[in-house]
């Protein structure tokens, strides 16, 4: 691969890798919302509780998709720091050579969720829920 081509490619996935983070954020603000709302309200149930848990979990999803971008984008930054050559364009063939059964995936989610990155504020959230509810 050239260098060009690398960069090329670097650009495409570090700018993905960019919304997935934004898209993120927004998943935050968004249980952020629903908690908010439920307490004022006063309409704080296990469903509530259930939509954050979903909403987290989602989070998780995301940020384990943002991770495998983040691996490509190690992998390029690598190879143009050394002028090493790698084959370009990639990243699919690569993820798919990777992955593992549906139990490597379901781990691979719940070990993104526990994170400090993706669990904070979630599990505040969830905390706040269960005590608001219990209240």
């Known amino acids: 691969m050239s260098s060009e081509e690398a960069g090329v490619e ?10 997935y983070e934004k898209y993120s954020l927004l998943i935050k603000l968004a ?4 908690v908010a709302a439920a307490v004022l309200t006063g309409s704080m ?11 987290w979990l989602q989070d998780a999803i ?7 971008i983040e691996t490509r984008l190690l992998q390029l930054e690598a190879a143009i720091a050394d002028g090493a050559a ?3 364009y990639q990243f699919n063939r690569q993820f ?3 992955r593992g059964g549906v139990a490597s995936l379901v781990g691979e989610y719940i070990r ?10 979630h599990v505040v959230l ?10």
Do not use: E, G, H, M
């Open 112 to 121: 993104s969720a526990i994170r400090p990155t993706t669990a904070f504020p």
């Open 126 to 135: 969830v905390l706040l829920a269960v005590y608001s509810l219990a209240v």
């Open 10 to 19: 670097w650009c495409l996935l570090q700018n993905q890798f960019d919304s």
């Open 86 to 88: 790698v084959t370009a």
């Open 45 to 55: 149930t296990v469903v509530i509780i259930a939509l954050l848990i979903t909403l």
């Open 96 to 98: 798919l050579q990777n």
């Open 62 to 68: 995301w940020k384990t998709y943002q991770a495998r």
């Open 31 to 34: 249980n952020a919302a629903l």
